[in-house]
């Protein structure tokens, strides 16, 4: 049997030099363990493997049963646990499927996950050239970390690294669209996107790293405003709803080196992906994911769910799309802003699927009457079932939001950066939070 790339039990390589111990000793111990239980049902690997992982560690050729046993365990590293905690030895089940030179659980495997993964003291990884801090966020395709990108003279930036789950790195479709999309949207500079910094594949884990936004998505700051029985206001949302139709048009344009487009579009504009910084600056995440997505085999129901909500009618058909597409997204999350209230609603993915294909909506003024005219046309133009009926750029939405805002105080991210504060001091029942 071939053994396995790496593996320290190798042929050539000395048994005592990885665990004090020889390669006959070892079989040795085996034999005799398998010999003084003959005839008893089939033993655990904790059973036949339990003493000579203590003989490793002593390095002693005492009798199994002579020796206490030891106050420390040794601690089982799991492929999913991204923060495995620190081993103080091998693991009773890598040690034992290592005295087997073909098994991938070879305790070589598992050092050299621990090299790799550098786990500290305090619970951060090394990630090739960047460590991961804390998870942030996990979806249906992915999960977030904030890490640091360390250089020389103590050089540290702080960003957001996504790392594509297993079960999509698995899948060449998938894995080929994200590359291929993520190298698009990687030249992609402006203020209201955030930036993808990096791309790479560390072990089998794809990654992006990006720029990371100290702060909250528009979904928990309008959970949070609907808790509390409020709305963020018609000029704010107006304003959050300019900055992502600003993104949106820079995208959308977006041109290569020839000067041709690029017909980069967003696919999931949706309230989880318009971050808001402390600093009251709004940026769009994720151009390009959703499209990768679309390669999967696997989709998350809950990730299913949330997509559905802003999906424009001809993708939930399964139509091509185009920035039309992206524009009836932004109209429902401008929608959501204004009424507090979902676009479309439904008690099962089905349900709400069939509703955003129908494409029928209240008027935001039925549910807010504060709504004045020039901004319910402009999200019932956004809405429009046919895309054709819609604005054909965001460039054109934007020029009707700007002169409606140009009439009205002013708002910018003072303003914006204030509201999410206060929102978020407050307790349940509107008062501040102690």
Known sequence: MANKDGNPFTRGVKYEEVLGVDRSKVHERIRR????????PLLTSTDLFGDIIEGF???????????????????IETDTDPYPRAVESYSLLDAAYATFD???????????????????????????????????????????FRAKQEGVEGFEKTVAVK????????????????????????????????????LGKIGESYYIAMEFVEGRDLKSILTRARDHGSLIGIELAALVASKVGAALEA??????????????????????????????????????????ACKASHTDSGSLRGKLLYMSPEQAWGRPVDKCSDLFSLGAVFFEMLTG???????SELGILERVREGRFLLPSSLNPAVPIEVESIVTRLLRKEPKDRYQSAAEMLADLDSYLRRRPAVGPNELKRFVAQLFEMNPSGGRAV
């Open 251 to 292: 995208a959308h344009s977006h041109q290569d080196r020839n000067g041709v487009e690029l017909g980069i579009v967003h696919r999931d504009v949706s309230p989880q992906n318009i971050l808001v910084s402390n600093d009251g600056e709004v940026k769009l995440a994720d151009f390009g994911i959703a499209k990768a």
């Open 102 to 144: 073909n098994d991938p659980r070879s305790l070589g495997a598992t050092k050299r996950r621990e090299e790799a993964s550098g786990t500290a003291t305090d619970g951060s990884t090394d990630f090739g050239r960047y460590r991961l801090l804390e998870r942030i966020a996990t979806g249906g395709m992915a999960e977030v």
């Open 163 to 198: 790392k594509i789950l297993p079960h999509l790195a698995s899948n060449k479709g998938f894995v080929e669209m994200f590359i291929a999309e993520a190298k698009m949207v990687a030249s992609l500079s402006h203020p209201n996107i955030v930036h993808i910094f990096d």
């Open 341 to 347: 209230h979902l676009l479309f609603s439904g008690n």
């Open 33 to 40: 363990r398998d010999e003084a239980k003959a005839g008893e």
């Open 57 to 75: 560690r002593d390095g002693s050729d005492a009798s199994p049963d002579s020796r206490e046993p030891p106050v420390k365990r040794a601690v």
